[in-house]
């Protein structure tokens, strides 16, 4: 039997605020391979190149996908490097690590909160309708049509939104109070029956400064 191995892959989560209001970069899949998936909202991004430093390989899909240029990433100030012998390794700490345990193809992504800067880009040989989203809009997204996002990006903005959403909480001193678990979204709501679908999700909360490991399947 031929091993078949999981592909580390790499999105982004690239934020903006204007005039009080945060905003996150999303585009629909246009792609080869993509199947049923294709014209679903995602977040930029795409799979890491043998032994690429993957902040490389971040700021390169962002390019690709949207034509920005990433200005920062969170985390990467972290980052550590050795170079021993030859032997060269870098730890890195995304915001979340997403694994997906079927679908059209097996991905472990590692995804990063980033700020850009640059003119979008309307299209790709990938993507189409590149543009920013509303976090209040994003949310009526999550909660009322689930099954127009890309299930493994769904968990990522589900999860940024509430790292937002904790942040204020914490400066406004008052307590935090979580959004419904996922799996009521998708008792509510379901998806469809093209995506059977099982994600592992490992975040860092911020809030906590703890972790938070969810499973489910849909």
Request: hydrophobic residues 40%; aromatic residues 12%.
């Amino acid at each position: 039997m031929v091993e078949v191995f999981a592909k580390p892959a790499v999105s982004a989560i690239i934020e903006k605020v204007e005039f009080g209001e945060r905003f996150v970069l999303l585009q629909r899949r246009q792609k080869d391979n993509g199947g049923e998936t294709n014209g679903l909202f995602e977040i930029a991004g795409g799979k890491v190149r043998e032994y690429e430093n993957i902040y490389d390989a971040l700021r390169r899909e962002v390019w690709e996908e949207t034509g920005l240029k990433i200005t920062e990433i969170s985390g990467e100030d972290k980052s550590q490097h050795i170079d021993i012998s030859g032997a060269e390794v870098i730890s890195i700490e995304p915001f979340c690590i997403v694994q997906n345990l079927s679908g059209i193809y097996s991905l472990i992504m590692q995804t990063f909160i980033c700020h850009a800067d640059g003119t979008l880009v309307y299209s790709t040989n990938e993507t189409v309708d590149i543009h920013w989203e509303s976090i209040t809009n994003l949310k009526k997204i999550l909660f009322e049509k689930p099954q127009e996002l890309f299930p493994m990006d769904m968990l990522l903005n589900f999860n940024c939104i509430i790292s937002m959403r904790c942040v204020r909480k914490r400066k406004a001193g008052t307590s935090f109070q979580m959004f419904p678990p996922l799996s009521y979204l998708f008792l509510l709501f379901g998806l469809p029956l093209y995506f059977p679908l099982c994600v592992v999700v490992f975040c860092r909360d911020s809030c906590y400064n703890s972790f938070n490991n969810t499973s489910f399947c849909l």
